[in-house]
């Protein structure tokens, strides 16, 4: 009756006479909407309504009852339920709540339509970012880009400065020539000139041959000094001559060899601090800062965290040959909630093990990392979290995490099949197809 009352050409109408029956369907298909009754046979209208709540807290869910009562109407509703009606059910009132909610399940369709097209506008030169702060830098690179021959770069770890150094090479006129990187502390202090600007034969121990540094590489191109901060004070000196003359001169060499080399310097580090530190020369700070880019961290600009989220997940997708459509709700509130001091990389990461972790079509807080799971978990059970936390020591291939992560779930629901699913967020006949592909 209820199917035939609801129907509409662009609404697909699933049923269940089984509170189980109706789980799986719901763990399968992902309903926007879910109608239960209260009072059925193996499991109340309340557990379904938990169970729901547990696995996607955006279904909405509406109870109907014949016992109804003002206590269990409230109680339904903290617990998450969209409605509460009382039996015999008004055809009329129920198509008109129902109407309602499909409208606002479009709308959220439609919203996430326009997501999709921001991310793809908000995108620049492999940055994703829509906040003032990032759109004050997206400018401010393409209007150093064409003109600069150093630049300085800062910003906190994992912030993404090497995406600009790369921008500004690409948007300059020497975007055509190489792109060179050297990560400064990396280098051992000793083999830092020869590194720079090269050395010829027998110029120290071990210099068999005449080298081309770094410098003469990047002819025609531009060089990223990541981390300058740690950069030896006596080849800072070298440094700044390079800059000031364009001309470099190899380790045990008397002839000075012109460059055309632009260079962006990058660091995490408080120069000025450094500075009155004698760790770092005044007269090379104020020539690389003659322009500098200031990037911002992920806790100033969180309003970009769900674009980049969305960019992620299908970058990672992708790589791993998933389809993922995104993050559920409570999931998006822990992330939102986190505080990041690994900036984008921290949430890459994040993204990037979620992504290979999930096994259905949504990344969920059981699929993140075990670190994220502490402090107070939003609606999930410890079946899930205790899986999850297991999942960081799973390696190998996909083939063998997906096996190990069903393993795991079997075992902890004691041989269970529907509450292994319900836990691995999988429909029942999707676990029996995996347990006989990993002959389990």
Known sequence: MLSSALAQSDLEILTASDPEDGLDLVHSRRPQIVLTDLIMPKMSGMEVLDRIMEFDPATEVILMTAHYSTESAVEAIKKGAADYLNKPVSIAALREKIGVVVEIARKRQHASRLEDELTASAAFEGMVGNSPTMWDMFSRIRRVAPHYRAVLVTGETGTGKDLVAQALHRLSPAGQGRYVVLNCSAVVETLFESELFGHVRGSFTGASTDKAGLFE??????LFLDEIGDMPLATQAKLLRVLQNQEIQRVGSLTARKVDVRVVAATNHNLRAAIADKRFREDLYYRLSMVEIQVPSLEERKEDLPLLERHLIAKFASQYGKEIRGLTRRAQIRLALHSWPGNVRELENVIGHACM???????????????????????????????AAEAESVTGTLEEQERALILRAMQAADGNQSQAARTLRIGRDALRYKLKKHNL
């Open 357 to 387: 972790m999930t096994l259905g079509d949504t990344i969920d807080i059981p699929d993140l990392p075990p670190y994220l799971l502490t402090g107070g978990q939003i609606g999930s059970n410890p079946g899930e979290i205790a899986i």
């Open 217 to 222: 590489h990047a002819h025609g191109g531009t």
